[in-house]
């Protein structure tokens, strides 16, 4: 579905997202301005907006806060 670019108002086109899949990529294609690369996403792809990741703290970050709280 070819659209006008929302930033500069260029055609864009739709291209397969690569990183479909991957990672926190929920949109298999992406809607790409050819002319300044203005990306945005395809809502209609979404499936299911990922669960925001449950914060989990490594132990760097621990010993971080641990050693913040000590001064
Ligand atoms: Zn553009």
Known sequence: MAAIC????????EVTNPYFGKALAV????????????VRFEERDVVRAPAVAVKREGPLLRFWHWFAHQS
Do not use: D, K, L, P
């Open 6 to 13: 929302e930033a500069c108002g260029g055609r864009t086109e």
């Open 27 to 38: 949109h298999e294609h992406v809607i790409m301005c050819s002319q300044c690369g203005h």
